[in-house]
């Protein structure tokens, strides 16, 4: 299962994460990797927001929003990164001002090799890993996005009680 691969390298230690601190460890790779300079940043962060998580992985999966995200909008637009929480769970979400996705897809985004990308520019993945490490964390993952609108990814998380 070559998903499974991908991240089995990767420490399988679970521990009380802050999301703020997984976006911005995923936001630090991003901004070495990628240019970023003619993006909008907006990051608004719920105070004390932890998970029990795999941080790894988590920045594995935020990492990949965000990279996915400069390649729609072409290095030009807005980045908006939040965390929240209530008494069941705490979430992230990372959104962006770049094209849009149809309904065609958004139905087929995490399917292994899907990409929207052109030939050697991705390996269609990116989405399907990350849905199995948030299905492995017991998150549900939320996509919203419309032509010309913009996509959203939205990670939530059980609040557990251990």
Known sequence: DLSS??????????SVIQLEEVIATALRMARHARRMHQIELVEDYAADCFVRANGSELVQVVNNFINNAIDAMGAVGTL?????QDHDSAWLTVGD???????????????PFFTTKPPGE????GLYVCQRILDNHGAS????????????FRVRFPKRSD
């Open 122 to 125: 991705g390996t269609g993945l």
């Open 97 to 111: 001002t770049g094209d849009g996705m149809d309904e065609a897809t958004r139905s087929r985004i995490f399917e």
């Open 5 to 14: 691969y991908s991240y089995s390298a990767r420490s399988t230690g679970i």
């Open 80 to 84: 908006t990164l939040t965390t929240g």
């Open 141 to 152: 993952l939320v996509l919203e996005s419309a032509p010309g609108e913009g996509t959203c």
